[in-house]
């Protein structure tokens, strides 16, 4: 058992879009992610996804009950995205984001693309 230093962790990668898995709680990953720019609009069938900010600003565009709408997300704050629920993350600059999601959780959910990462590396 050790202790994690997330800046440290971030330091070992620069790639973007592509979750890099730092432990595991019970059934639940615990990811890191580096984004800037749009993801793919995508939802996820049976599980839910937490959202941490580490460092910049996390926009969240949600498709829910026919209706569209936009999260900012800064350093420090987290959302929850329920199962089901359409969503596309995008920043304007660099973003770092923790994850908290299921171990069967696919970064593009129900959507096939180029963005789709299906051998996380363990780092």
Known sequence: MDKTNLAQ?????SDQFSPKII????????????????FVWHRHDVEDEL??????????AVRDGGSEREIVILPG??????????????????????????KTTLNTG???????VRQLQRI
């Open 23 to 38: 432990g595991e709680v019970n059934d639940l990953h615990v990811k890191l992610v580096k984004l800037q720019g749009e």
């Open 110 to 116: 129900n959507v096939e693309s180029e963005r789709t």
């Open 9 to 13: 962790k971030f330091s070992l990668f």
């Open 51 to 60: 959202f941490f900010v580490v460092k910049g600003a996390l926009k969240m």
């Open 77 to 102: 704050e987290f959302l929850i995205i329920p199962h089901g629920v359409e969503h596309r993350p995008s920043a304007d600059e660099e973003t770092h984001i923790m994850l908290l999601e299921p």
